[in-house]
């Protein structure tokens, strides 16, 4: 039996990234052909992570990463199974590089962004060997990439909320102002006309049965209606919310921008795991 050496096992890491026990072990069954213990390795963390993917993922991170110029950069939102592994240094160091990943390469979409060359492998062969690693199921969930008319702003708010905003005019300090309030405030549009029609409908419906229940005269409900409709779009509009750090609180966004000379033509918001079903106790389903 060939003899497995400390700097064989610690080689074989290196090209695979896999744990210090799964290499020895691979390296005792390929008799100590690195070559052949590099490919077993490779087909056992496929295969753990093949196991994986059928497990929900809901927690995770967002990182951004935006250009010198601040004039290109991407947000990522990549999942795992527990907060425990979305705070380990390798998982973060993943997600971080696929933002970069992003920004630099400018993918169609994930699966796209997946074949992208990552180190010595692609980014998709990079998740399957962390997978691999950390026994979790890995999913890179969504990406957005932006090319400013202004300048990049972002801001990260504990790794669960990333903001990415382009804005003209002002300066660094409004721009991560903006990027602050839109990570409190969640605005679903910059105004009215980018509502998603459905929950407009939605919102419609729920003052209409409200202004029914009133008793009122039809022309009445129907001012009741619309009323409630307009003071909807102020909350989740970012030009009609009212700005976060203003002390009076009334300023709202659009006051800001103009008293500033500034304007903002697209934001990005991501809040990990929002839209993921998850078990009653907190557990992803």
């Known amino acids: 039996m060939a003899e497995i050496t400390a700097s064989m096992v610690r080689d074989l890491r290196d090209k695979t990234d896999a744990p210090m026990m799964e290499c020895k072990k691979a390296l005792v069954e390929a008799e100590g052909n690195s070559a052949k213990a590099e490919e077993l390795l490779r087909v056992r963390l496929g295969n753990k992570a093949s196991r994986a993917a059928s497990r929900t993922a809901a927690e995770g991170v967002v990182a951004v990463h935006v250009a010198p110029d601040a004039k290109t950069g991407a947000m990522v939102e990549v999942n795992c199974e527990t907060d425990f592994v979305a705070k380990t240094e390798d998982f973060r160091s993943f997600v971080g590089s696929l933002a970069e990943l992003v920004a630099k390469r400018d993918p169609r979409d994930v699966e796209a962004l997946g074949a992208l060359p990552l180190g010595s492998s692609t980014a998709e062969e990079a998740r399957t060997a962390l997978v691999g690693r950390i026994g979790e199921n890995i999913s890179i969930r969504r990406f957005a990439r932006l090319e400013a008319k202004g ?50 409908d939605k919102e419609r419906n729920i003052a209409a049965a409200k202004a029914s229940e009133s008793g009122k005269s039809a022309d009445i409900q129907k001012k009741m209606v619309e009323g409630s409709l307009q003071k909807f779009l102020k909350e989740v509009t970012l030009f009609g919310q009212t700005f976060v750090k203003d002390p009076d609180g009334k300023q709202t966004i659009d006051a800001l921008l103009k008293s500033r000379s500034a304007s903002v033509s697209r934001f990005v918001l991501y809040v990990v795991g929002e839209g993921i079903e998850k078990k009653g106790n907190g557990s992803a389903a």
Request: no cysteine; glycine share 14%.
């Open 151 to 200: 300048r990049l702003s972002y801001y990260i708010h504990g790794a669960k909320i990333g903001v990415l905003v382009d804005v003209s005019g002002g300066d660094e300090q409004l721009g991560r102002d903006l990027a602050m309030h839109i990570a409190a405030s969640k605005p679903k549009g910059l105004s009215g006309s980018d509502v998603p029609a459905d929950l407009m």
